[in-house]
T-cell receptor, first 114, second 114 residues
Framework: DQQVKQNSPSLSVQEGRISILNCDYT??????FLWYKKYPAEGPTFLIS?????DKNEDGRFTVFLNKSAKHLSLHIVPSQPGDSAVYFC?????????????FGQGTILTVHP | GAGVSQSPSNKVTEKGKDVELRCDPI?????LYWYRQSLGQGLEFLIY????????KSGLPSDRFSAERTGGSVSTLTIQRTQQEDSAVYLC????????????FGPGTRLTVL
């Protein structure tokens, strides 16, 4: 029973275009959402986060959107660059007594072509 | 370095042997997590340490898995009587206190059980 799903295993976009990565979750109690990026042979690195009290958070080329009614999270990268090619994981934090324990999606491999 | 470090980077072992994986968190970080990523899967939570509190072991898949954190710093994950399904990348993350949800990951240990 996966609580966090990234239904697209891979995404390919052209440099300069928008990349949209999607994530669905099942539990409406989740209150903090994060995106991590992972390069091969490295640990994941934090990218951007959003609290459930917001529906949008922006940081440079990266914007995260949260649709609580649909239990859907998305990450927009504009413009996409070849260096953005990596595996992107969404993660959720149930909050409360879960001590920041994160539940991750399966990841989406993003390839940005020059 | 200032990041989370893990050793060894790669470990190949025979089925039935015990292995120890080490994590050095970022200095001053009170929270420490272990995750694993099996082939084609997302990151799976294993165990969490916060200060001197009892660890949250809810993610450990069997009693062959154990972890300790000595002196509130270095952590060791031990897998006894390894099985082939234990093959995965084991990732450690640390976080400062309870006020932030950003977890900083190490590069991981790739464990292969033959």
């Amino acid at each position: 029973d996966q609580q966090v799903k990234q239904n697209s295993p891979s995404l390919s976009v052209q440099e300069g275009r928008i990349s949209i990565l999607n994530c669905d979750y099942t539990n409406s109690m989740f209150d903090y959402f994060l995106w991590y990026k992972k390069y091969p042979a490295e640990g994941p690195t934090f990218l951007i986060s959003i609290s459930s009290i917001k529906d949008k958070n922006e940081d440079g080329r990266f914007t995260v959107f949260l649709n609580k009614s649909a239990k859907h999270l998305s990450l927009h990268i504009v413009p996409s660059q070849p260096g953005d090619s990596a595996v992107y994981f969404c993660a959720v934090n149930a909050g409360g007594t879960s001590y920041g324990k994160l539940t991750f999606g399966q990841g989406t491999i993003l390839t940005v072509h020059p | 370095g200032a990041g989370v470090s893990q050793s060894p980077s790669n470990k190949v072992t025979e089925k039935g042997k015990d292995v120890e994986l080490r994590c050095d968190p970022i200095s001053g970080h009170t929270a420490l997590y272990w995750y694993r990523q099996s082939l084609g899967q997302g990151l799976e939570f294993l165990i969490y340490f916060q200060g001197n509190s009892a660890p949250d072991k809810s993610g450990l898949p069997s009693d062959r898995f154990s972890a300790e954190r000595t002196g509130g710093s270095v952590s060791t994950l031990t897998i006894q009587r390894t099985q082939q399904e234990d093959s995965a990348v084991y990732l450690c993350a640390s976080r400062v206190g309870l006020s932030t949800d950003t977890q900083y990951f190490g590069p991981g240990t790739r464990l292969t059980v033959l």
